[in-house]
Every structure is written in C-alpha cells, then in structure tokens.
C-alpha cells in the first residue's frame, strides 16, 4: 500500500486507541471469562449452558464469516462498511440490557432472554471481523502493524480496567440482581456506540481500492487453492485445532473458583481488572516481540500463558490463585490478538486478508463444537480437574505443533519464497 503521511498514521493510531478503549470499556462488562458465566450461574442456567458460553461465543463468530468474506469480497467504501458492520451488534446488547436492566426477568428460564441477544451478539460480531481485518490494512503499513495493533488493544485493556471496576461497583451496589447486570450492558452499548462513531474520522490509503473486482465464483476458488496449495498455512491450521480445547476453560474458571472459595460475585470486576491489565502490557510487548522476532514466536507465547492458567485452576489453594488464573488468562488474551492478526496478514500478503480470516475460523469451529460438548458431557462425570487436565494436555500438543511444525509466514517469505506453498 502507498504510505500514509506520518500524520496520518499517527492519527489513525489515537482513533484506534480511542475506539479501541470505548470497546474495551464495553465489554468489560460482557466478558466471556468471568461476567457471563457467573451471571448465568446465577440466573440458573445448566452447567452445559454455562461452560459453553466461551466456545460457544468464537462458534458464533466463525459462522457468519464466509458469508461476511463473500459480502465484503468488492468492498470499495471501507468507512461505511466498517461503521455498517459494526451498527449490527448494538441491537442485541440494548436489548439484553433492556430487559434484565428494567424488566429483571428470574426464574428457571429467564437465561433464555440473555443468551438469545448472546446468540445475536456473537453472530453480529462474526460479521465484522473479516471487514475490521481488511480495514485495518488500509490505515497502517504492514511495517509497523505489530506495533500499531499492539499499542491500539493496550487501551482496549486501559478500557476494560476501568470498566472492571465500574463492573465492581455495580455489582456491589444497592441495584439487585439482575437488573445491576441489566445496567451494565446498556454501559456497554452506550461505549460501543461512542467506539464506532469514531471510524468516521480514520484516513484510508489512497490504494484501497485497486484490488481487482471478483466474482463469488473467483471467491470460491481462491479460498480452495489457499486451503489445499498452502502448506505452512495448513500445518498453521492444524496446530490450533488443539489450542480451540482451551475454550471449555475459559468459561469453567470463574465457576469452579466460586464453588470452592464461595466469593461474591462482584469479584467478576476484578477478574476483569487482573484480566486487562495483563492483557494490556501482554498486547503491547507481543506487537514488539513479533515486529523483531517473528508474530508466531508472540503466538506461541500466548497459548503458553493459556496453558498456565489452566495449570493453576488444577492447583488452586487460595483466592491468590483463582486471580493468578485470570493474570494469565490476560496474558492469553492479550498476546493472542495482535500476533493472530499479524500472522493473518503475514500468510496474506498482499492477497483478501478477509479469506484467510474466514477459513481460520470457520477451520476451527466444529473442533470448538466438540471441545465444548465434551467438557459439557463429560464434567458431571469425572469432574473439573479431569477437564482441566485434558485441556492442558491438548494445549501443549498445540504449542508443540506451532513451534516445531509450523514455519514462521514472514521468516519463510524471506529465507524461500516456494515455502509458503511447498
């Protein structure tokens, strides 16, 4: 792409890190980790419902995202359909906030109302993420996107340690449940609509449009040649089919501490707290490790920080523990996104970011489906420590496999460039 001016990246830059903040801030009160599941815990949804809301969240974002790649395959007016993308998942969150916020539905089915809007939320989001790849190409050189990625999710955490606390607050507060989580979400809406306003303001790349036009046909066999030609993208694809294992985990953590420690459950604000601030200097040394180091070496130490966390749920003891758990989750989490993306773009090239985005995910969720029924079905019979155990178990392999297996995109582009497909 034709450089940005530097005053235009660096524009570009404090609008990402502003929108970046709103929706961390937003979905602090939303978090797949500790929020949701502690509130359908006590909303009385099954144990199944409960440990599925994590994989259930990334099956509901790898769903839509073909259809999305197809949609967007002649994007020309990048601000609209980014701002477009985005209008789609305010519905379900004002709607889930309405109705838990004024309405205060309990009983037996009333996680039903919320996880019908969790549903629709999670399918919205799924839209986005092959336009947002694609346009966050188009608003900063390739050269400095580890860092760009890096600084901009650091304050997505800043945003979600405030909103952590706000999360605390509320929790603690004289509102009852579940109208406090009710509120929560109408704060999330409100920051998430503040966030995506300011996409107006981005500079796109004077080049963004001379990709060539393609037909859905032309779509198909481009993703069909990318999937069999390419090797390394392959053995890429295949070494995080054990990390999906990890889901399962994301949501038993917060419940398993609670039943063995009996916490309140407005320590959900301080998971998120430990959480982001975690996942804030994890975002920003990972950008930096992966412009020096190469983006798989940043990945492999994310899925590292994950498969700790699930080594300190098997050993728990104490409440520092349980917050040891949620640090390294932030570490994941934080780790995961900016060198996830970068390796996106560096097996992409040059080529629809939106495609590799795609088959990734949607790759990925039938492995999510299985992980998540079998932690499901399997928990009331072995327990959680088995489940933990297998989890960790699965995640080594996945390690294993992305260091040893898979060759660095941007490494092997360099050293030999038949790499990429022999």
Known sequence: MTSLTHKQQKTNLILNCAHEFSWGFGIAFHTTYAVIPLFLKKLGAPDPIVISVAGLFSILIAVPQFFSAIV???IRKHKKSIIGAHILVLPPIFIAGFIFAFLGPTGPGAWVFYYTCFILYGLALGFIIPIWTEFISHVNPRETRGRFLGISFAFNSLGGFIGG???KIILNSSIPFPNNFGWGFLFMFASCSLGTILFLWYHISNTANQRSMITIKEFWIQTRSIFLL????????FSRIFITAHFPGMSLYAVHAQEKFGFNISEAGIFTVLTVISSGFSSFLTGKIGDKFGHKTALALSFTAYMMAV?????????????AIFIFLGIGHGGFMPSAMNMIYEFAEERDTKVYMAIIDTFLMPFTIIAIILAGYFKPIVGTNYILTAIAVSVAV??????????????ARINDPKSMIN
């Open 230 to 237: 390419e090797t390394n993208f392959r053995k890429y694809l």
């Open 165 to 167: 606390i706000i999360v």
């Open 72 to 74: 967007g395959r002649n």
């Open 398 to 411: 996945g390690i294993f496999l992305l260091v040893f297996n898979v060759k660095d995109p941007r490494k």
């Open 311 to 323: 080594m300190t749920a098997l050993s728990l003891e104490s409440m520092a523990g349980v917050y």
